[in-house]
Antibody, heavy 120, light 109 residues
Framework: QVQLVQSGAEVKKPGASVKVSCKAS????????ISWVRQAPGQGLEWMGW????????NYAQKLQGRVTMTTDTSTSTAYMELRSLRSDDTAVYYC?????????????WGQGTLVTVSS | SYELTQPPSVSVSPGQTARITCSGD??????AYWYQQKPGQAPVLVIY???ERPSGIPERFSGSSSGTTVTLTISGVQAEDEADYYC????????????FGGGTKLTVL
């Protein structure tokens, strides 16, 4: 069965960076992409960006351009999302989700979420 | 920036039909997707490409599209359907920026 297992909760200070991992299993990793979606406390869902696990192509949300980097390690079927220059409003649950391989489209399986707390 | 508009809340009694709408200018050209999210859990895809149902999703969940509005319909609502529901689509330019609606809280009375 398809599973996406994310790394554990993080607490970071403003200005720091965080890197969240997402290990995939149960499907051919390079036949799909991975999107990252975050959810601030009590708020809705916000798409952050996408990476193709086939060729590494990326597409980032405009508001995060320059602060976010998404990568994959095909040898371990793991996707990573790094967010830099953290601010308090980056406090959120971060989800990875399986997406299409050629272009971001929709999310059929989701990880369990990783809480990132930004606080001084 | 492109927006999808959902009602903040919908309430129905068990066994009734719930309809949750999502409006956006690009919806005649772009597919819509629907996700269910229960408290403390990750979202679950319940409808894709306007009206397709993933395997494992109960038949009482259906989707439809008309012009700039898409609708998620839950027939014979059960208590377990109480959740937040989000629509998702892309803008008309085809330059994908994943866009979510603000979410609708479905309350089963």
């Amino acid at each position: 069965q398809v599973q996406l297992v994310q790394s554990g909760a993080e607490v970071k200070k403003p200005g720091a960076s965080v890197k969240v991992s997402c290990k995939a299993s149960g499907y051919t990793f390079t036949s799909y992409g991975i999107s990252w979606v975050r959810q601030a406390p009590g708020q809705g869902l916000e798409w952050m960006g996408w990476i193709s696990a086939y060729n590494g192509n990326t597409n980032y949300a405009q508001k995060l351009q320059g602060r976010v980097t998404m990568t994959t390690d095909t040898s371990t079927s793991t996707a990573y999302m790094e967010l830099r220059s953290l601010r308090s409003d980056d406090t959120a649950v971060y989800y990875c989700a399986r997406d299409r391989v050629v272009t971001p489209d929709y999310f059929d399986y989701w990880g369990q979420g990783t809480l990132v707390t930004v606080s001084s | 920036s492109y927006e999808l508009t959902q009602p903040p809340s919908v309430s129905v009694s068990p066994g009734q039909t719930a309809r949750i709408t999502c409006s956006g200018d690009a919806l005649p050209k772009q597919y819509a997707y629907w996700y269910q999210q229960k408290p403390g859990q990750a979202p679950v895809l319940v409808i894709y490409k306007d009206s397709e149902r993933p395997s494992g999703i109960p038949e009482r969940f259906s989707g439809s599209s008309s012009g700039t509005t898409v609708t998620l319909t839950i027939s014979g609502v059960q208590a377990e359907d109480e959740a937040d529901y989000y629509c998702q689509s892309a803008d008309s330019s085809g330059t994908y920026g994943g866009v979510f609606g603000g979410g609708t809280k479905l309350t089963v009375l």
